[in-house]
């Protein structure tokens, strides 16, 4: 994708598309006149009431038998897991605690040390990374809404956890600008094959705009070296942009995970109502969000007529209506041979965990798993097996940390 793929066109339209969102059901249903009409593009129809009532069937149930092991319960909001290299494993709690796995076993108080997080709303403590030569510097990166309730942003830190607290707490990154909503953080991390971090920004939820507005970090997955300085072979989204921007035109995206094998990054994001999507991340690309989306709003209002935009980049899959996507993996290991290579994605709204069923690159099916459980984060432990983090809406402490394998 060459920097150019901004095109006028995409900016201009964008701005009386926003307009048109901005507005109340009654544009949305016009719009819908207007695409019956044929005065829109052919695709047209995010959030197309009969699209979504035809696509609403839910994937079928599983059949791979499964044990599953409670390895840790009693948390609240449980946001992330990592596996350190030592076998320990920690898991964040978005409310700001750190908690240690140790051998099987949850210590029963959290880790010293953990950053203050904004927790509010869906702010709070996101992702623990640890860095690849851990064992050598103890290092982990993590990121966390930080600041106040009028004046916040998604902030990315370095550390040292050395197996008993965690201190030399270094802030290296912080999304931009700072904003006054307590939705849409992102907070995903993924080290690259390039020795570069990634992370993922949500749009602020009341800042959709800025998911095109290439001054600001919001909707956007970052590149940055470990330090928090901003490598200089970023690609280039035109004057005046950020040079941290990777990619840009995500709405929040809570899932992200690096695939050796193909060497693919992939990513998920939710959707408004409806248009939760899987995407390839590229360097340069733009994923459409709010010009293009298989979504509406919440409300019922229409954001945008189009599905798809030139110069966007479309998802590898959409779901609509909404699961809900947070947490992505790849399968790979001794434990699920017959899953190798497909990936995971946990679902809020579904309270599912979706198997994406692959054929090389392609997503070719899809399964439900553990129904009946709200899964916040999936991952693909050294063991080969599959853990996964389970929570309640509103912080009730009945989050678990699950470990599956084949039964
Ligand atoms: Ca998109």
Redesign the pocket.
């Known amino acids: 994708m060459t920097p150019a793929f901004v095109k006028p066109i995409f900016t201009a339209t964008l701005i009386a598309i926003l307009s048109v969102g901005c507005g109340q059901s009654t544009n949305a249903e016009s719009a819908d006149a207007a695409a019956a009409a044929g005065s829109l593009p052919p695709g047209g129809g995010g959030g197309d009431k009969s699209l979504q009532k035809k696509l609403a069937d839910p994937a079928p149930e599983g059949t791979q038998a499964l044990v599953v092991e409670t390895i840790a319960e009693g948390l609240s909001n449980p946001w992330s897991i990592a596996f350190l290299p030592d076998g320990d494993m920690l898991v964040a709690e978005r409310s700001g605690r750190v908690r240690l796995i140790r051998d099987g076993v949850m210590a029963p108080d959290p880790v010293p040390g953990a950053p203050a997080v904004l927790a509010f709303n869906q702010g709070g403590l996101f992702d623990i990374l640890p860095h690849p030569d851990f064992m050598e510097n103890r290092v982990i990166f993590i990121a966390y809404a930080h600041g106040t309730r009028q004046e916040n942003a998604l902030r990315v830190a370095r550390a040292v956890y050395d197996g008993d607290e965690i201190r030399d707490l270094q802030p290296i990154y912080d999304a931009r600008p700072v904003k006054d909503t307590g939705h849409h953080f992102g907070g995903r991390i993924v080290w690259g094959p390039d020795d570069k971090l990634y992370v993922t920004i949500g749009e602020g939820s009341r800042y959709k705009e800025k998911a095109q507005d290439m001054t600001s970090s919001f909707g956007a997955v970052i590149r940055i070296n470990e330090d928090g300085s901003i490598p200089d072979d970023n690609p280039d989204f035109g004057d005046g942009a950020l040079p941290e921007l990777y990619t840009k035109?995500h709405r929040n995206a809570q899932g992200l995970a690096y695939d050796a094998e193909r060497g693919v990054l992939w990513s998920n994001e939710h959707g408004p109502r409806g248009g939760d999507?899987i995407?390839i991340i590229e360097a340069g690309a733009n994923?459409?969000?709010p010009a293009?989306?298989f979504g509406i709003d919440y409300n019922g209002a229409r954001i945008t007529p189009f599905t798809e935009y030139e110069g966007?980049t479309q998802?590898v899959h959409y779901w609509t209506p909404s699961m809900a996507p947070s947490g992505l993996a790849v399968v790979r290991g001794d434990a699920f041979t017959d899953w190798d290579g497909d990936l995971l994605v946990g679902g809020l709204a579904s309270t599912a965990l979706h198997r994406m069923i692959m054929d090389g690159d392609a997503i070719v099916g899809e399964e439900r798993y553990l129904v009946g459980e709200r899964i916040r984060d999936v991952r693909v432990g050294p063991d080969g097996a599959i853990y996964v983090a389970t929570e309640f809406r509103n912080g009730d402490p009945v989050g678990k940390i699950l470990r599956l394998t084949p039964g």
Request: net charge negative.
């Open positions: 035109g999507e995407n994923y459409g969000w293009a989306s966007a998802p």
